[in-house]
T-cell receptor, first 116, second 113 residues
C-alpha cells in the first residue's frame, strides 16, 4: 500500500450505532488530520495530531472521538451520530516541524458516511 | 477571521479551451497558498503551492497559478483543458493563528466535449 488509505470507503449507520473509521499513512509523516467534507462547504478541520499528540480540536461534538496510537494510524470513533453528520470524512497526513514544516497535506480517498 | 473565496461554484469549459479558476484570500502578510484537485470518489491531490519568490508557479498536470498581492488573488490557469481535468478544485491558505489550512468551498469544473 502506498500513500494514505482509509477504511471503510462507505458506511451506513443508525443513530444508535457505534462504528470506527480507520486511516493509515505509508509516507513516514508525523502529522495526521481528520476533515469533514459536506457539499458546497469548505473542508472543516476536525482534529490534528502531531507526533501522536492532539494539537487541534475544532469544537467537534463529543460523539466524534479520535485516537492516534502511533504516527501511522488514526481512528475516528463514532457513536450516537445525527443525520447532519452524514458527509465524506477525509484523512490526511503531512510532515511538520519548526524547521521542516511543509503544510503539504496528502489525502486518503475518504469514507462516505450516511447516518440514518 | 481569515477566509478563502472561490467565487465560481461551477465552471463549464470546452475541451481544448483555456481555463482560469479564481481564488481570493483575506490575509495581511505574504501567505502560503495552495491549489488542490479532487476527482470523483477520490481524496484531494496537491496541484501546486506558493510560498515565496516567483509569483508564477508551475504545478502538475500542466497547471499554473499566479500570486497577485495587490489583488489578494491566487488564480489557477491551464492553457488547454482535457476531459480528464473534470473535477473539483480547492484553493487553500495557511492560517496565521494555528498554521492550519483554511479552505475555499471549491469550484466544480465541467468539460464540454
Amino acid at each position: 500500500e502506498t500513500g494514505v488509505t482509509q477504511t471503510p470507503r462507505h458506511l451506513v449507520m443508525g443513530m444508535t450505532n457505534k462504528k470506527s473509521l480507520k486511516c493509515e499513512q505509508h509516507l513516514g509523516h508525523n502529522a495526521m488530520y481528520w476533515y469533514k467534507q459536506s457539499a458546497k462547504k469548505p473542508l472543516e478541520l476536525m482534529f490534528v495530531y502531531n507526533f501522536k499528540e492532539q494539537t487541534e480540536n475544532n469544537s467537534v461534538p463529543s460523539r466524534f472521538s479520535p485516537e492516534c496510537p502511533n504516527s501511522s494510524h488514526l481512528f475516528l470513533h463514532l457513536h450516537t451520530l445525527q443525520p447532519e453528520d452524514s458527509a465524506l470524512y477525509l484523512c490526511a497526513s503531512s510532515q511538520e516541524g519548526f524547521l521542516g514544516a511543509t503544510y503539504e497535506q496528502y489525502f486518503g480517498p475518504g469514507t462516505r458516511l450516511t447516518v440514518t | 477571521a481569515q477566509s478563502v473565496t472561490q467565487p465560481d461554484i461551477h465552471i463549464t469549459v470546452s475541451e481544448g479551451a483555456s481555463l482560469e479558476l479564481r481564488c481570493n484570500y483575506s490575509y495581511g502578510a505574504t501567505p502560503y497558498l495552495f491549489w488542490y484537485v479532487q476527482s470523483p470518489g477520490q481524496g484531494l491531490q496537491l496541484l501546486l503551492k506558493y510560498f515565496s519568490g516567483d509569483t508564477l508557479v508551475q504545478g502538475i498536470k500542466g497547471f499554473e497559478a499566479e500570486f497577485k498581492r495587490s489583488q489578494s488573488s491566487f488564480n489557477l490557469r491551464k492553457p488547454s483543458v482535457h476531459w480528464s481535468d473534470a473535477a473539483e478544485y480547492f484553493c487553500a491558505v495557511v492560517g496565521d493563528s494555528n498554521y492550519q489550512l483554511i479552505w475555499g468551498a471549491g469550484t466544480k469544473l465541467i468539460i464540454k466535449p
